[in-house]
């Protein structure tokens, strides 16, 4: 423990992050005005002493920025005074999924945007699974761990089970492609729910590479059958493919239309054009494609 700008500040090293908690004005342990999360490599008291912080403020500023620091908890009754909130850092489940929400949009639309450059960067579908999750934990917000039946988690996971049976499918369950859960949710999660996906998720991914319309309408009937909060719906593909892409296209708009709690993202990529939709698209865009 030391002590800067007249608050205790306490050190927390675990086995994969360390946390620095900051007192509240009173100076009680286990009252914090912040408290801040972070990776390897790690922030020694020494180091942290010595940098003659002006304020509480610029300190966690320091760790946000130098060391890549995670805000977990900030003054419930004070202005941050320009500290940025970020949507990983404010409290309650309802801000919490609306900020992990805009996040895992733009992962989506960076995957599109890779797509579209570089369309063989991954054979087969399983890889670009992969990649998305690459870039979402790499997102300072998805880097923290929750609470589970007293072990730790994270938010992002794949292969997750279908919350709602589809009588279509013989009432059996079947499993999204990637998940993000709520923290909220979690610490009210046993191990044996954990273990057995008995979790509604709070934002669902599927992703198909080239695959055709029936497909497409299966993924989409599958997240809305569950009822998820935030559905999303990806549809890749290359030039090899062929089908009735006007059907294709229409639907991925109209399904948007239809359902404020689902949205689609497109790409089909040829040697000479590529149609695609972004996240928070209207239309179908087209552009030429030149090979490299």
Known sequence: MITICGRKVMFRKGRKTQTINICTEQNVRSLYD????LRPPFITEDTLGSQNFESIEALVQYLKTKHHGTIEKYPSSKTLHGLERQPELVTGISSWIEGAAIVVEHSINQLIHEFIDYPYLHRVEHSIHCELYKILSN???FMMMFPV???????????WVEWTPRPEKGNRRGNFDLCILSPEDTKKCTIKDFRDGRLKPSIVIEIGLDYGFEHLRDDAAKI????????????????????????VEKLLLDLEREDNNLRTAYARVNSSQVAYKLIGDAEIKKKGQKKT
């Not at 809305?224 to 059907?247: A, C, P, Q, T, W």
């Open 224 to 247: 809305k059958n569950s009822k998820i909060r935030y559905g999303y719906l990806i549809h890749l593909l290359h030039e090899e493919v062929n089908d009735d892409f006007d059907s």
């Open 34 to 37: 912040y408290t801040l999360r």
């Open 139 to 141: 997102q300072r917000m």
């Open 149 to 159: 039946g007293g072990w730790l988690s994270q938010p992002i996971h794949k292969e």
